[in-house]
């Protein structure tokens, strides 16, 4: 027991040891092995790191118990990725390794493993079995650049331009140049990946393809990523979580729907898995490829400035048309009208053809608040600063936030007044409505609430594909992804509020929704020519509406970038948040405050901004209040100088009844 080993171990995120330990072992043991090592009383499953990277730890050096050197180690370029996302996320480098691990691993000793390791056969791919299509023009072009140039690559193509194609023929001309070579395909739903998963199994076969997701159980989690880390599965198919995957052979990244916040964690290390991509694709000389019909701003912007190669493929397949996007004057409209007559005359038409339509609203339940007429009660969650939503269909109010259900109360609980009313709508009350104004329809309704139960989506989905259904009532997710092929019209009933968010990302997310909204429309180039977006609006002449109108996104970025560049927010500037939480907002502010004077102190701090700690829009959740502090700079680095500087020092600031704080760079709501 004579070589000294640094080992990661997920330490907890605010202890003051980095992560990375020392220990000994009979032999030395290669960067990357997986190892058991003890800490405290526990036993641990940790990976060796590089040797200078331990904390100094000699006093009380333990021994490693095990190593499962039947696995081959995790390699550099792996190790660099998580060794860059635990300093630009600031978190522990141990908690980042092992959270990018299957649970399953920590539990197997190394005989299970060797066995499991014997069983997992090596895979071949099968070659291209469904037939590729004859691509167009604009796909050919984007492929001859992607295979010709070095990207990063932003595949801007309309839905339904064929991007999916695209990322299929890529990986495929991938796999059969280089011998071994891995591709990496995220997407941002965990729903949306079944259907993906089918599209590649049918080109590439069962085998070479593995998915990785939070839905997979735990020896599926772990048999995949044995799969990928072998080298056995070409093909790794999965959300956020899944640009960890370890790929030894990684030349090819996929992102899309790269606009989509889902791709950024929102809990520990709060990584951008799109922006990882990038780091990750570039460390590893792999390719990079970012799809959208609707970028983000930010990958907009380095497309503009050169530094990803933007390849465009306007033209849907089959030139099915893009929808006309018809706008709904509400201050022209009766008072209290839900749906406009001329709407919902639009959808009996569709309904006589045998057509069908989608209507969306961001709101499950029925009614977002339940009032009193007589009094000022509504109904308030006792545990957050949110009111409860009445779900008509069990008479409950629920908090959507820290789940806190009651049955409806017979009688107004501060007067007694029994004339207790709901105020706005929800998916419910639209089902209602729509089901009242269109007698015989067969509406669906499809959100969180109706596909709770496993199979439910499913099922769902296939009867609106199966055309059971003439309009489809639901929320966003809805909108995203799915190929239905009958729908000619979809309707946003009340999107406004986005427009006056105090988020400045809220017109960026509108526009993209009903972008992705109007593609679900029209993709059958039978049916386009006649397919419509609806919008009611209270702003028919908000200049995001007359971007959408022409389908134009370029000219709603470009208005929407001079007005960040104006204000100095990003892409034009970096910013980090610094969120507290604790039963007082007096504490978890106290606690900001206490931080920005040891930012005051700090000699990094000259070109970051720190702005004054507010309480967060939702400000307590299940009985915790929460405040936040955000720190900007002009300059990437040195915001990120600054944070490493910074951040050791709050570990040292202990309020009392602080319950927590954590820092995320560059949050996506702030
Ligand atoms: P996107 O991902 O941009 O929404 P898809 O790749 O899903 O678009 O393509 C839309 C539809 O067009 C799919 O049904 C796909 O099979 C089909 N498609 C894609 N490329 C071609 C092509 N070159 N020729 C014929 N059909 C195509
Ligand atoms: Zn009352
Ligand atoms: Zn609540």
Request: aromatic share 6%; proline share 6%; with cysteine.
């Amino acid at each position: 027991m004579s070589h000294r080993t640094a080992v990661v171990v997920p330490t907890p995120a605010h202890s003051s040891i980095g992560g990375v330990l020392t220990y000994l072992s009979e032999a030395p043991l290669a960067p990357g092995t997986l190892v058991r090592v003890p800490l405290g009383r526990r036993e641990l499953l940790g990976v060796v790191w590089e040797p200078d990277s331990a904390d100094d730890f000699e006093a009380r050096t333990k021994s490693v118990s095990a190593a499962l050197g039947d696995l081959p180690p995790l390699d550099a370029s792996w190790r660099q990725l998580v060794t860059f996302s635990s300093q630009y996320y600031r978190r522990g480098i141990g908690e980042v390794a092992l959270a990018a691990l299957p649970p399953q691993l920590r539990d197997l000793d190394a005989a299970q493993l060797a066995r499991r390791l014997k069983r997992q056969g090596s895979r071949d791919v099968i070659h291209a079995e469904e037939a590729a299509h004859e691509l167009t023009a604009e796909q050919r072009d984007a492929l001859a650049a992607i295979e010709g140039e070095a990207g990063p690559f932003l595949l801007f193509g309309s839905t339904g331009s064929g991007k999916t194609e695209i990322y299929l023929q890529a990986v495929q001309r991938l796999l059969a140049h280089t011998p071994d070579a891995q591709a990496l395909v995220m997407v941002p739903e965990i729903n949306l990946t079944p259907q993906l998963h089918a599209r590649f199994v049918e080109r590439f076969g069962e085998a070479a393809v593995v998915a990785m997701h939070s839905g997979m159980t735990p020896p599926q989690r772990l048999k995949a990523w044995l799969a990928a880390h072998l080298g056995h599965a070409r093909i790794v198919l999965g959300t956020r979580m899944a640009v960890f995957a370890s790929m030894p052979k990684l030349a090819l990244l996929v992102v899309d729907e790269e606009h989509d916040p889902s791709y950024k964690q929102q809990e520990g290390a709060r990584y951008s898995a799109r922006d990882l991509a990038i780091y990750r694709g570039k460390a590893a000389g792999a390719k990079v490829l970012l799809g959208s019909a609707t970028p983000s701003l930010e990958s907009w912007q380095a497309s503009e400035k050169g530094r990803y190669r933007r390849l465009e493929m306007p033209s849907r397949i089959g030139a099915g048309a893009l929808p006309g996007v018809r706008l709904v004057d509400m201050n022209l409209q009766p008072k209290k009208t839900v749906f406009a007559g001329t709407l919902i005359d639009a959808i009996a038409q569709r309904i006589a053809r045998g057509e069908q339509s989608l209507v969306f609203l961001n709101r499950r339940g029925y009614a977002p608040v339940l009032a009193c007429g007589a009094c000022d009660w509504k109904s308030e969650c006792p545990n957050c600063s949110a009111f409860r939503v009445f779900h008509k269909i069990d008479r409950t109010l629920r908090c959507h936030h820290c789940g806190f259900t009651e049955r409806v109360p017979r009688a107004c609980p501060s007067c007694g007044n029994v004339d207790i009313a709901p105020l706005g709508r929800g998916t419910e009350k639209l089902e209602e409505q729509l089901e009242a104004l269109l007698p015989g329809a067969r509406v669906l309704r499809m959100d969180a609430d109706t596909t709770r139960l496993k199979g439910e989506l499913e099922r769902q989905l296939a009867e609106v594909h199966s055309g059971d259904v003439d309009v489809l009532v639901g929320t966003q997710m809805v909108t995203k992804g799915h190929d239905f092929r009958r729908i000619t019209l979809v309707a946003a009933v009340n999107p406004d509020a986005a427009l006056f968010s105090a988020d400045f990302r809220a017109p960026e997310r509108l526009f993209s929704l009903l972008m992705q909204a109007a593609g679900r429309a029209g993709r059958d180039a039978a049916q386009s020519a006649g397919s419509e977006m609806w919008i009611q609006t209270w702003h028919p002449q908000h200049a995001l509406f007359t971007a959408l109108r022409r389908h134009d996104f370029p000219a709603f970025a470009a208005q929407q970038l001079k007005e960040r560049e104006l204000a100095g927010m990003p892409p034009f500037a970096s910013q980090a948040l610094v969120r507290a939480e604790a039963r007082t907002q007096e504490v978890a502010q106290g606690f900001l405050h206490a931080a920005a004077e040891a930012a005051a102190d700090s000699d990094a701090v000259e070109h970051v901004s720190v702005y004054s700690p507010v309480p967060m829009t939702l400000q307590r959740v299940a009985n915790v209040e929460r405040a936040q502090m955000l720190l900007e700079s002009t300059s990437r680095v040195a915001l990120q100088r600054f944070l490493a500087d910074w951040q050791p020092r709050l570990h040292e600031l202990r309020p009392r009844g602080l319950i927590r704080w954590a820092i995320d760079v560059d949050p996506l709501a702030v």
